[in-house]
Every structure is written in structure tokens, then in C-alpha cells.
């Protein structure tokens, strides 16, 4: 069997010098222990307690903290009928980082809880139909459209990538993400 029809079943993402099999388990590119940069760059947010929130799995990535929201329906079908959902690229991917401690710029609207300032990048992977009542719940809370694209053509049905970012307070934003969330049949 070719190397390229063996890969084609594993979703692959290279994070940070990290490959990622399936959604969620992690290999090292490199030896059993990560460079002396990796090692110290720790992330003081709960990575585990994110995606718990986000209804996500997570993947700590040093400083940063990477949350997959997997779409449990519809499947999307790639022009063969290969199932692209169980690949990261083709679903929701919500980045974390905390914000330094003198950050004051907030996008997201209200703050509350928690006073954890964080920035955040995010790709929520929509069906075409959900993507303007997404889109009007980011613009309500501040946040800032990076980018609308197709990571695929012809799968069906048809999805659509929008990129964004936040700054302000973690359960805000948290909060803010599952409103759009909540526009969509991502969680099923």
C-alpha cells in the first residue's frame, strides 16, 4: 500500500514541531525530550478546563493553548465520500494565549469571572448557511474577522473557514465563542 493512501485515514497537523494523529494524540518530532525553548514555555491557562467549556479536545502547545471542536453534524464529504470531518483541518480551532499582565485592549464586550486577560485566533469551520448568523454574533462582541476562505472544494455540504480574533477576558470570550457555537450544528 502506498505511504499516501496509508496517511489518508489519520488527520495530520503540524503544531509547534508537533504532529498530531487523530484528534488529539501527540507525537514529538523530535527526540523523547522537547528543545530547551518548548520546555519553557509553559501556559498558565487550564488547557483541559478550555476545551471542557468549549465542548473541545485539547492540545497544550507550549505557550499556547490549541482547543479542536470536532463537528458532529452533518459529516462533510469530500467528492469521493471520504469523510473530511476527522480531519483537524476541517473542523473548528479556537487558539488561547494569555494576554501580559499590563494588557488592557479588550475586543470581546463585558467582562466577567475570571479576570484572565487572553488573546485569541480562531477558525470556525461553517456550513455556508450557518455563516451570517456567526458572523453576526462576532461582530456583536467585538472580535475581528481575519478572513473568510475554502479549505476544500466539492466536499458536501458545502463549508466555509471564517478566521477571527479576540482579546479580553477568558469566560467572555468562552462565553462569546459558544453563542456562535450555538448558531450552528457544529456540537450536533
Known amino acids: 500500500m502506498a505511504i499516501r493512501n496509508m496517511l489518508l485515514p489519520i488527520a495530520t497537523f503540524a503544531i509547534a514541531g508537533t504532529i498530531l494523529f487523530g484528534l488529539g494524540a501527540k ?5 523523547q525530550q522537547p528543545p530547551a525553548f518548548a520546555q ?3 501556559s498558565p491557562l487550564n ?5 471542557n467549556r468549549l465542548g473541545g479536545i485539547p492540545v497544550p502547545n ?9 463537528r458532529q ?3 462533510i464529504a ?4 471520504m469523510n473530511l470531518t476527522q480531519f483537524t483541518l476541517m473542523n473548528s480551532v479556537l487558539e488561547f494565549i494569555a494576554a501580559p499582565s499590563n494588557a488592557t485592549a479588550a475586543t470581546g464586550n463585558a467582562t466577567t469571572g475570571s479576570s484572565q486577560q487572553v488573546y485569541v485566533m480562531g477558525d470556525f469551520a461553517l456550513l455556508e448557511t450557518e455563516m451570517n448568523d456567526v458572523l453576526a454574533v462576532v461582530k456583536d462582541n467585538g472580535w475581528t474577522v481575519t478572513g473568510i476562505h475554502n ?6 455540504p458545502k463549508t466555509t473557514f471564517m478566521h477571527w480574533e479576540a482579546r479580553g477576558n477568558l469566560d467572555t470570550i ?13 456540537k450536533g
Not at 62 to 70: E, Q
Request: net charge negative; charged share 10%.
Open 27 to 31: 507525537v514529538p518530532l523530535w527526540s
Open 40 to 42: 519553557t514555555m509553559q
Open 47 to 51: 488547557c483541559q478546563d478550555i476545551a
Open 62 to 70: 507550549g505557550a499556547v493553548c490549541d482547543v479542536v471542536v470536532v
Open 73 to 75: 453534524s452533518p459529516q
Open 78 to 81: 469530500g467528492a469521493d465520500g
Open 151 to 156: 479549505h476544500m472544494i466539492n466536499e458536501t
Open 174 to 186: 468562552i462565553e462569546q465563542a459558544n453563542a456562535a457555537f450555538d448558531q450552528t450544528s457544529i
